[in-house]
RNA sequence: GGUGAGGUGGGUGAGUGGCUGAAACCACCGGUUUGCUAAAUCGGCGUACUCUGAAAGGGGUACCGCGGGUUCGAAUCCCGCCCUCACCGCCA
């Protein structure tokens, strides 16, 4: 969410930006201009009635002890009359925050300069290429959904007994090689510098709506109407929540962070062929890096992130390409957003496997995390996260790149943690 | 699930209708003093919104779990809700 008052004095600028999301209505930006003002103005007139009570009490308070009672009950019935047009101003002022928060909420972060304009994930920028061959697969070469079957590691159709569509059960070397992903993951993180959190994997309506989930989103997230909590749709929700209402120190940065959880999304709406699989599930398995910098650090560490998760790729030995998001393809809270595109052979299609986000204030501004600089003055943190990574389409490519006739050969650097090095 | 106790500033904890944005202590920051450290001593030390000012700063309002009510006036009285803790029951 932005500010108004940086609304107000960035007007132009932001309408420029919003144009790459093919946003293109002004007024937007003039109403919550409005209604800030409006704001400003009712609570001047109430605060200036409220501070006329509280001295006019004052004084009842002394005349009574005097025996005053005359000049007491005249001053009485003033600070009635303040009270009611208290009420009325207060009645009118939650109208004008109702609205200016609808105002607010329609209104995405700014993209940053380097995003290319465009419509849709055609217009994606290639940020780095893989520029070598994609690996030659044997005759007879599987989809990762026909592997799972061959060598029973992955069960879809039991997770559908079980719980629905998009629940896949792993067995046997397919839970294995999702355990050691994990402790792979989150040993890389934990070398890097980011420091490890176990969180709930659920959430309450505040953690929600701090990280831009709600309003707006609940569709995404499995809800349990009975203690009226979220199933986190990803670990950045607890994480990033555990500095919301924090005022840090400049000292205090870089805040780096890391999680691995379930996430959980209902993904209403989306079947078909594209989903097949392990390609979207409504249950899988994440590693997630979470960071709150310094606005003016905020961008190096982007950078140190996206070369933390390209790490991951090349160790894994995965064929990938970084995109840049378009302003069209760019998520709602998300100022910069690198996408990390996995490519499955078999499949001949490129998997997303992380996206990695600068959210500058637009997650704090929520959150109220800020820090205070030299001077003592309170300014909002940047924060930013990024997968490193998302567990299905990692399994997925590892599956279809690696087959062999022979059997499925676990990457070299998962080994130690596997246990095996071919799935056969 | 049952019963009981309680929610006050970073922490402990006073405070039962006006003099309390809130004592005291601890922690923290700054000064003084002291071979160093420690101690002592003095001062400072919340957040949000807003007005004013070039700034430093100054003014107003709100906030003692959350929401509502009573009252000229509420941390203090009343109602509802949430949460925490303890014990019992159940249980990984």
Known sequence: MLRPDFIRDNKETILEGLKKRNINNPEILDLVISLDSKRKELQNESDQAQAFINSASKEIGALFKQGKREEAEGKRAAVGEKKTRIAELKTEAEEVRQKLEEALLNIPNVPHPSVPAGNTDEDNEVYQDWGKDFPKLHDGAQPHWELAKKYDIIDLELGVKLTGAGFPVY????????????????????????????????????SARGTGQLPDKEGQMYYVTEDDLYLIPTAEVPVTNIYRDVILDEKDFPVKMTGYTPCFRREAGSYGAHVRGLNRVHQFDKVEIVRIEHPEKSYAALDDMLAHVGGLLDELGLPYRILRLCGGDLGFTSALTFDFEVFSTAQERWLEVSSVSNFETFQSNRLKLRYRDANNKKHLAHTLNGSALALPRIVASIMENFQTPEGIVVPEALRPYCGFDIID
């Open 171 to 206: 067995k046997g070397k397919g839970a294995r090689l999702q355990r050691a992903l994990i402790s792979y993951f989150l040993d890389k993180a934990n070398d890097a510098g980011y420091t490890e959190y176990i969180p709930p994997h659920m959430v309450n309506e505040a």
